[in-house]
């Protein structure tokens, strides 16, 4: 365990990376030109095959705040981030991916809102993001964040913040719920907004501060993994619902669907997108429900080519 900082604002970043030496340059350059200072980078290799160290080497002799771990097996992109917490030295730590970049005054106005919020207890941070589609002439979408009142609400319905590389956390609130949970085949992330979001609060810069790429690798993947994660997920709400009796149990259950549905459209899977589809259709009475999934299942020629 990293011996904490005394700096009650200082900041660790913490980029986990497999097989990235081609995109880590960029990560890291984004780091670097922070307009907050950054007490030290942690660069925790999940055991690549390709050039990576040789990359972060060549940083780590004019930068001496980086430190470079490597995984003696592939573990995944949560156990990862989990050796960066357990390594890491700041009070605050942020995560970015190995692809993904910052813009230059994402901490600063992250900390900004912790400094000012001295009456809360601070959590976790996130921001909006300016989406990145490579495989489409790298066209960029905004996308804000802040949909939701109740942030707590909203995550129960939905992974709403998004990536990691958005979000600032609280080492105490990363420690306090013990990171993330590897034994999830998907849904790492969502869990982990989850849990902090039951003890701590948790704030949002609508302001787009990253620049997120996706591409092919963004959506590929296993559909089992993808549903067992969710699955999993939703049993865990559903318990916490049923305890709270506070929140629209259908709207949520039918707000699950229609992620799946969405997921598997922009996978092509068209058969079982049109099962999620219109499973979230049968199971809430909200217009705004309803209408993006029949948004999906007719504009998008669900129906037609599920046929």
């Given at each position: 365990m990293g011996q904490l900082i005394d700096d009650q604002y200082s900041v660790s970043v913490v980029i986990p990376s497999f097989n990235r030496a081609k995109t880590i340059w960029k990560a890291l350059d984004s780091v670097l030109n922070q307009t907050y200072p950054i007490a030290e980078i942690i660069i925790v290799d999940d055991n690549s095959q390709d050039d990576t160290e040789t990359v972060v080497n060549s940083y780590r002799?004019?930068?001496?705040?980086?430190?470079?771990y490597k995984?003696?097996?592939?573990?995944?992109?949560?156990?990862?981030?989990?050796?960066?917490?357990?390594?890491?030295?700041?009070?605050?730590?942020?995560?970015?991916?190995?692809?993904?970049e910052w813009l230059e005054n994402k901490i600063e106005k992250q900390m900004k809102l912790v400094?000012?919020?001295?009456?809360?207890?601070?959590?976790?941070v996130y921001t909006g993001i300016y989406n990145v589609y490579i495989n489409q002439g790298n066209r960029v979408s905004k996308y804000s964040p802040n949909r939701y009142k109740d942030i707590m609400y909203g995550l129960l319905c939905e992974n709403f913040i998004g990536s990691t590389s958005v979000v600032l956390c609280s080492k105490?609130?990363?420690?306090?719920?013990?990171?993330?949970d590897v034994?999830?085949?998907?849904?790492?992330?969502w869990d982990l907004y989850l849990k902090i979001a039951e003890r701590y609060d948790v704030v949002?810069?609508?302001?787009?501060?990253?620049?997120?790429?996706?591409?092919?690798?963004s959506i590929t993947g296993s559909s089992t993994k993808v549903i067992t994660g969710h699955d999993i997920l939703h049993s865990k709400i559903n318990n916490q619902l049923q305890l709270q009796k506070k929140y629209n149990s259908r709207k949520i259950t039918a707000t699950h669907s229609l992620t799946l549905g969405r997921y598997f459209v922009n996978k092509?899977?068209?058969?079982?997108?049109?099962?999620y589809l219109v499973d979230a259709i049968k199971t809430t009475t909200s217009v705004?429900?309803?209408?993006?999934?029949l948004y999906h299942l007719i504009y998008r020629s669900v129906i037609r080519r599920s046929v």
């Open positions: 002799e004019k930068h001496p705040n980086i430190t470079y995984h003696s097996v592939n573990r995944g992109g949560g156990a990862a981030r989990n050796t960066g917490i357990e390594l890491s030295k700041g009070r605050y730590i942020a995560f970015l991916d190995s692809d993904d400094s000012t919020l001295k009456d809360k207890n601070i959590g976790m105490e609130a990363l420690l306090a719920i013990g990171g993330f034994t999830l085949p998907s849904c790492q992330d949002g810069v609508e302001e787009p501060l990253i620049r997120y790429y996706i591409h092919d690798d092509g899977e068209y058969a079982r997108a049109r099962k705004s429900i309803i209408v993006k999934s």
